[in-house]
T-cell receptor, first 116, second 112 residues
Framework: NAGVTQTPKFQVLKTGQSMTLQCAQD?????MSWYRQDPGMGLRLIHY???????DQGEVPNGYNVSRSTTEDFPLRLLSAAPSQTSVYFC???????????????FGAGSRLTVL | ELKVEQNPLFLSMQEGKNYTIYCNYS?????LYWYRQDPGKSLESLFV?????AVKQEGRLMASLDTKARLSTLHITAAVHDLSATYFC????????????FGAGTILRVKS
C-alpha cells in the first residue's frame, strides 16, 4: 500500500519556467489537497478537491493550477515559476472532505522546489 | 479571521523533563489534530480530538481539548531524545466550509 506518492522530490527551476508536481493516492480517498510549507508559517492550503472533477481554491492559490480527472491523481501546476514559490510542497488526502468522522490527512513525502 | 496560534515556537528541553505546547484558535471548531514532522520528512498524525474534554494519550504524549477556551494542549512527560521533532496543531473550522488551518509549528529539541 503506497499511500500518497509525490514526484519529484527535488526540483530546481528558473524564473518563468513551468512544471507539474505529481500526486497520486491508492486509498480511494475522495479528498485531496496541496499545501506549501514555509519556515515559521506552518502549512498553507493552495488548492483542494473533494472528488473527481471538483477543485477549489485554498488560502494561497495564485500562480498554481490543479485538476482532478481521476480519484487517484491530483497534479499541481506552476504556470510561471517565481522565487516566491520556493518552498516545500505536500500533497495530502483523506477519505472525505471533512463532514464526517475524523478525516485524518495522509501526507506525501514532500517536494522541495527551488526557483532561481 | 481564522487563526491558529501555537506557543512556544521553539522549545529546548532536557531529557526527563515535562513540558506543554499550547494551541489556541480563533473561533468555533469541531475537531483538532496534532501532527508530528521529523526533519526533512513528511507529517504523521498523532491525535484527533473531536469533543470538549477529549483526552488522547500515546506513550509520553498526551493531548487535550477545551472547546470553550478554544485551547488544546500537547503535554510531554519525561521527554526523551526521540521526541525531537516539529509538532503542528491543525484546526478544522466547520462553519467556514470545513477549512483546516495549521499552526506555525513548535520545534522541539530534547537534549541528552
Amino acid at each position: 500500500n503506497a499511500g500518497v506518492t509525490q514526484t519529484p522530490k527535488f526540483q530546481v527551476l528558473k524564473t518563468g519556467q513551468s512544471m507539474t508536481l505529481q500526486c497520486a493516492q491508492d486509498m480511494n480517498h475522495e479528498y485531496m489537497s496541496w499545501y506549501r510549507q514555509d519556515p515559521g508559517m506552518g502549512l498553507r492550503l493552495i488548492h483542494y478537491s473533494v472528488g473527481a472533477g471538483i477543485t477549489d481554491q485554498g488560502e494561497v492559490p495564485n500562480g498554481y493550477n490543479v485538476s482532478r480527472s481521476t480519484t487517484e491523481d491530483f497534479p499541481l501546476r506552476l504556470l510561471s515559476a517565481a522565487p516566491s514559490q520556493t518552498s516545500v510542497y505536500f500533497c495530502a488526502s483523506s477519505l472525505t472532505g471533512g463532514l464526517s468522522g475524523a478525516n485524518v490527512l495522509t501526507f506525501g513525502a514532500g517536494s522541495r522546489l527551488t526557483v532561481l | 479571521e481564522l487563526k491558529v496560534e501555537q506557543n512556544p515556537l521553539f522549545l529546548s528541553m532536557q531529557e526527563g523533563k515535562n513540558y506543554t505546547i499550547y494551541c489556541n484558535y480563533s473561533t468555533t471548531s469541531d475537531r483538532l489534530y496534532w501532527y508530528r514532522q521529523d526533519p526533512g520528512k513528511s507529517l504523521e498524525s498523532l491525535f484527533v480530538l473531536l469533543s470538549n474534554g477529549a483526552v488522547k494519550q500515546e506513550g509520553r504524549l498526551m493531548a487535550s481539548l477545551d472547546t470553550k477556551a478554544r485551547l488544546s494542549t500537547l503535554h510531554i512527560t519525561a521527554a526523551v531524545h526521540d521526541l525531537s521533532a516539529t509538532y503542528f496543531c491543525a484546526v478544522n473550522f466547520m462553519e467556514y466550509g470545513n477549512k483546516l488551518v495549521f499552526g506555525a509549528g513548535t520545534i522541539l529539541r530534547v537534549k541528552s
